[in-house]
């Protein structure tokens, strides 16, 4: 599936009357894993692209370059459209373009700009949201920066969290007027937060996370919620199983002896082995 076509089922995603929960990827295989069990949609967060990236917590170490290539390296072995959380854009509202560009070129569904101030600064404990205009700015030069119309800009803000909900919708509406394609909010708590942002928009909405009185998906559903993330738990499974199997090498089990290593089969399908297969035979000429 060409980068055109995944765009265009994440706005078919976008456009549909269901709420779709995204597998939460990070590199190639946990990407065709998520198309294997039947996510519809990949999302690739920013904790999980630095932790997979640098090792590192969530604090904007990594550069666009980096995150770059590792979009197109998970683009290039899946078939579902991603959606990539592209932070604050990596600076101003130029470099937000450069971003949209890089992205877009390494195979992207879609992309959410912030409007979270960051890296964080200096003396402040709290995180801070730059100003509405700046904001707006950053979306204005996001669909600038766009060549394939098809690329799914979304708007972010966590100002729920950060600020206040009038303050949030005020937001939403602005870069809603922008032209971006959806609204991404992160913070929101109740139902009544998400109500009031529904009632002052009309585009799509997609949610940081949605639990509490918010797991409900009928009523999301209702509220034009078309994405729902529920977290980035199959990278910290993955931490886990690593720890455990080194460890247990480490203690002298014996590597016939480990447990929870994938069966032979199932590796050989995340490697796609019977398409590699394929092309040997016909480009090697290994037929058998």
């Known amino acids: 599936m060409v980068p055109q076509e995944k765009r265009e089922a994440f706005r078919a995603i976008l456009s549909g009357r269901d709420v779709v929960r995204p597998g939460s990827v990070y590199d190639p295989i946990s990407v065709r894993i998520a198309e294997d069990v039947g996510f519809e949609l990949g999302l690739l967060g920013g904790s999980a692209a630095s932790l997979t990236i640098l090792g590192d917590p969530d604090l904007l170490l990594i550069t666009l370059s980096e995150l770059a290539e590792q979009v197109r390296r998970i683009c290039r072995a899946g078939k579902i459209p991603v959606l990539v959380d592209a932070d604050h854009g990596y600076g101003n509202a130029l470099n937000v373009r450069r971003t949209v560009q890089e992205l877009e070129d390494a195979g992207a569904a879609g992309l959410t700009i912030e409007d979270t101030l960051l890296p964080q600064a200096y003396g402040e404990a ?142 050989n399908r995340v490697m796609r082995g019977a398409d590699v297969k394929i092309r040997n035979d016909e480009f090697l000429g290994l037929k058998k």
Do not use: C, W
């Not at 700046?134 to 394939?148: C, N, P, Q, T």
């Not at 690329?151 to 939403?172: E, H, K, M, P, Q």
């Open 126 to 267: 709290k995180p801070q949201v730059i100003s509405i205009e700046e904001g707006v700015g950053k979306m204005k030069a996001a669909l600038d920066g766009r060549s394939d119309l098809s690329l799914v800009i979304v708007g972010r803000t966590g100002a729920a969290s950060i600020t206040n909900i009038d303050d949030t919708v005020a937001r939403a509406r602005a870069y809603e007027a922008t032209g971006v394609d959806a609204l991404f909010f992160t913070g929101l708590k109740t139902r009544a937060e998400l109500q009031a942002i529904a009632a002052a928009t009309k585009l799509p909405i997609i949610m940081g996370s949605a639990d509490g009185e918010l797991a409900d998906m009928a009523f999301l559903a209702s509220q034009r919620v078309k994405v729902a993330n529920q977290g980035h738990q199959p990278i910290a499974a993955a931490t886990q199983a690593v720890y455990e199997t080194q460890k247990a090498l480490r203690d002298g089990v014996a590597p016939k002896d480990l447990k929870g290593l994938p069966s032979a089969e199932l590796t």
